[in-house]
């Protein structure tokens, strides 16, 4: 396929590996910041080749891992007492609440549907005028354009029976508190592209001036990745702190106006729990009063009470990036991706999933399959 | 959950937000992609979707510049290696 082939090239791999080498005169520390960038540095066996170089440390991009337990439960309330049909991306749907994840309420009731889109929820209560619907909205930056647009054609389609359970979140917010975590021992991070993409990346600006470290704007497949580590370690071996963009061809400084300004008009900061790092302050997204009547908060009854995470689950330490998966004594043993402890171990972009599906695989087959 | 993946415009089919929209094809597979957030993209262009909705519009010349740094980079490495390959033989 054209833009992701020729990103994916090894020649071109092992050219900036080869670079990267020539350049680091020491091990340095970075954070990718989103989950598709880690699964993409472990998919392809990127962290291996890098050993020695950098280390990359894991970060909290991942919406579905961070989303609060009692949002979660909100969303299992609503489908468990039949009061709408909850719909979500399908990653949503095995995350474990309290007491159950939303699949086994689908499983028991089939008041649970997995939409590729949130547009698709919207038509779905288009064509079911009869029963309500909510759109259970997770996801960063990039997600949230998709969500404010399925508010207004909501809007314009005059629908009563669509409503939205928002979740969503604040890469910045979240980099600030990783940054000033001394035990992090940050260097520099890559940021992430599709966020970047949607909310321009003018606001790191100040960020990486204050916290003296660089931010690179990096996409997902491995050139990209790789052309992020190396614009990162170059900065860091010449004493330099400021942003430089290596995913040009999607995102540009003052990011997508036409989003940017839709999801203003929706959306406004709130300080918002984190699954792992607690209350972020201006970490998370609230509809404005203006757009109330298409919040599932506002419209539908709340019974289910704030509660703790499992202890056993170490998530919030991987989501921080203390410890890498394979760190907790519960990996692979008595949390898989078939019977999850936490959220990492669920999602697509979770550090734990994909650490067992590319490290435990690798270290099984004794190959590695990035080298072929 | 931020994937989005490139696919190229076929043809516009709505052009008012917010039910703007286009047929998209992502290698061989056309599909309906909300299109209000890239009100200047052109048939023939390639666009980024995430959940449906297109986020951006791939910039050509600039997918062409990193490739051809990665040239410059090879050109860089050859020298050195070169020097070392003839050192040693």
């Given at each position: ?60 991009g991942c919406p579905v891992c961070v989303t609060p337990l009692e949002s979660i439960d909100f969303a299992v309330e609503l ?71 399925a508010v207004h054609q909501a809007h314009d389609l005059g629908l009563t029976n669509f409503s939205l359970l928002v979740s969503h979140v604040r890469v910045l917010p979240a980099m600030e508190l990783l940054a000033a ?192 | ?89």
């Amino acid at each position: 396929m054209k833009y992701l082939d020729e990103y994916r090239d090894p020649e071109c791999c092992r050219r900036l590996l080869a670079q990267i080498r020539r350049t680091v005169s020491r091990p340095w520390t970075v954070m990718e910041v989103c989950g598709g960038q880690t699964h993409g540095f472990l998919r392809y066996g990127l962290d291996q080749e890098l050993a020695g170089c950098v280390e990359l440390i894991h970060g909290p991009g991942c919406p579905v891992c961070v989303t609060p337990l009692e949002s979660i439960d909100f969303a299992v309330e609503l489908a468990r007492r039949g009061d709408a049909l909850v719909t979500s991306f399908g990653d949503m749907l095995r995350v474990p609440g309290s007491r159950e994840s939303l699949m086994q309420v689908r499983a028991s009731t089939g008041n649970v549907q997995v939409v590729y889109s949130p547009l698709d929820a919207v038509d779905l209560a288009r064509r079911t005028p009869e029963r309500q619907v909510v759109f259970f909205a997770v996801g960063f930056e990039t997600t949230t354009p998709a969500t404010a647009l399925a508010v207004h054609q909501a809007h314009d389609l005059g629908l009563t029976n669509f409503s939205l359970l928002v979740s969503h979140v604040r890469v910045l917010p979240a980099m600030e508190l990783l940054a000033a975590d001394p035990q992090a021992g940050i260097h520099g991070f890559l940021a992430a592209g599709h966020v970047c993409t949607v909310a321009g990346f003018d606001s790191y600006v100040d960020f990486s001036r204050r916290h003296r470290m660089p931010v690179v704007v990096t996409g997902f497949e491995p050139v990209d990745l790789l052309s992020g580590v190396l614009e990162c370690v170059e900065q860091l071996e010449r004493g330099e702190a400021r942003v430089a963009n290596r995913y040009a061809r999607s995102a540009r400084a003052a990011g997508n106006q036409p989003a940017l300004g839709l999801v203003a008009d929706v959306y406004e900061p709130c300080d918002r729990p984190w699954r792992g790092l607690g209350v972020v302050p201006a970490g998370g997204l609230r509809l404005r009063a203006e757009w109330a009547t298409w919040d599932a908060e506002t419209r539908f009854p709340r019974q289910s009470q704030a509660v703790s995470e499992p202890p056993e689950c170490r998530s919030g330490e991987v989501l921080t990036g203390r410890i890498k998966p394979p760190q907790c004594e519960c990996f692979g043993v008595r949390c898989t991706p078939e019977s999850p402890l936490g959220a990492p171990m669920v999602s697509a972009e979770g550090a734990c999933s994909a650490y067992y599906r590319y490290a435990v695989a690798r270290r099984e087959t004794g190959s590695d399959s990035t080298r072929s | 959950m931020c994937l989005a993946i490139p696919g190229c415009v076929v043809d516009w089919i709505e052009k008012e937000p917010p039910f703007a929209s286009a047929t998209v094809e992502f290698a061989g597979v056309r599909r309906q992609v909300n299109m209000a957030l890239v009100p200047e993209a052109r048939v023939g262009d390639y666009v980024l979707v995430h959940a449906g909705v297109a986020i951006s519009c791939i910039d050509a010349a600039e997918a062409q510049s990193v490739l051809e740094t990665l040239r410059e980079y090879a050109l860089a490495e050859e020298e050195p290696e070169g020097g070392a390959d003839s050192a040693a033989g």
